[in-house]
């Protein structure tokens, strides 16, 4: 019974495609996380959600646009894909709007773009 | 603000070894600090975490870590390395102030030779 679950774990697709990637957290959080990692495994925020609420948005192009329907799911949506977009993402949840007893993460979703 | 250096990008272990993987923050409040393991193609999972009390906390698979606030340091060892340990190590933290995220480290990777 994964506690968060993203889907797709791998997405392959060509320049200029929009893509989906969905996550789902059965933990009861009230705080959700996309986050991106690099080919050198750098983590980078991208945003955070509270309660459906947006709180973080770092500067990430407009081309990707986060949806939380409900505090148990974060979808990310990503338009016209370029080559510099290839990465692994990550989804996280926190129990509260603070994470100070941390994150627990989802497998990842390695997307490359060609 | 807040920041995370972990020194050392790659450390190299026989083993049987001690491992000692360091990290030093940066931060003007009382620290929330935690160490995550990544293995090959999987998410991170959390090693153990320091918010109050005992200075030296105890993890899963036998890693320990050390809060010395005098030395701004959170490292994380174990006496004996196993060939299982072989991962990615990441040191992060938070301060706790309002809408905050965890600040990762770039990251250890641990190689373990037999």
């Known amino acids: 019974d994964t506690a968060v679950s993203q889907t797709p774990k791998y997405l392959v697709t060509q320049m200029g495609n929009d893509k989906s990637i969905k996550c789902e957290q059965n933990l009861g959080h009230d705080t959700m996380y996309w986050y991106k990692q690099d080919s050198k495994k750098f983590l980078k925020i991208m945003f955070s959600y509270n309660n459906k609420e947006l709180i973080i948005n770092e500067t990430v192009p407009n081309r990707f646009s986060p949806k939380s329907p409900d505090k148990a799911h974060l979808n990310l949506h990503i338009n016209s894909l370029e080559l510099g977009d290839s990465a692994v993402y990550f989804c996280?949840?926190?129990?509260?709007?603070?994470?100070?007893?941390?994150?627990?993460f989802g497998s990842g979703t390695r997307l490359t773009v060609v | 603000a807040q920041s995370v250096t972990q020194l050392g990008s790659h450390v190299s272990v026989s083993e049987g070894a001690l491992v000692l993987l360091r990290c030093n923050y940066s931060?003007?409040?009382?620290?929330?600090l935690f160490w995550y393991v990544q293995y090959p193609n999987q998410g991170l999972q959390l090693l153990l975490k320091y918010t109050t009390g005992a200075t030296l906390v105890k993890g899963i698979n036998g890693f320990e870590a050390e809060f010395k606030k005098s030395e701004t340091s959170f490292h994380l060892t174990k006496p004996s390395a196993h060939m299982s340990d072989a991962a990615e190590y990441f040191c992060a933290v938070n301060t706790n102030s309002g809408y905050s995220t965890l600040t990762f480290g770039k990251g250890t990777m641990l190689l373990v030779s037999p």
């Open positions: 931060s003007s409040v009382p620290p929330y």
């Open positions: 996280a949840s926190s129990r509260d709007r603070v994470p100070n007893y941390g994150y627990t």
